[in-house]
């Protein structure tokens, strides 16, 4: 299962930006997928995720202004990310758990992660 992510980006304060990520390969039906941030110096942190079924968590810094939403027939999640502040400068990267299954009698689980995208938020 590789992953490959879109949409990153400058953006004012106050701004939006919306990321894409889609999951691609054989054999695999997705379980969750959601985004994580880098910021300089920083450890990765769960930004949201979102199981196959819609469910839905997010990081207190951004509820109510992130949201996130997943297509599955796309194996896609998208990430909304509304009245951006400079805090939210970092690089975003997708996650997937997945399960790959290529035939019945054979199926494991994996977890995958994007390369990165880049948003910037300046002061």
């Known amino acids: 299962v590789e992953l490959v992510e879109s949409g990153g980006g400058l953006v004012q304060p106050g701004g939006s930006l919306r990321l894409s990520c889609t999951a691609s390969?054989?054999?695999?039906?997705?379980?969750?997928m959601g985004w994580y941030r880098q910021a300089p110096g920083r450890e990765r942190e769960l930004v949201a995720s979102?199981?196959?079924?819609?469910?839905?968590i997010y990081a207190d810094s951004v509820k109510g202004r992130f949201t996130i939403s997943i297509n599955i027939p796309k194996n896609t999640v998208y990430l909304q990310m509304d009245t951006l502040k400079p805090e939210d400068t970092a690089v975003y990267y997708c996650?997937?758990?997945?399960?790959?299954?290529?035939?019945?009698?054979?199926?494991?689980?994996?977890?995958?992660w994007g390369q990165g995208t880049l948003v910037t938020v300046p002061s």
């Open positions: 996650h997937a758990a997945a399960l790959v299954q290529p035939t019945i009698e054979s199926s494991w689980s994996v977890e995958e």
């Open positions: 390969g054989r054999s695999f039906s997705i379980n969750a």
């Open positions: 979102i199981t196959s079924g819609g469910s839905a």
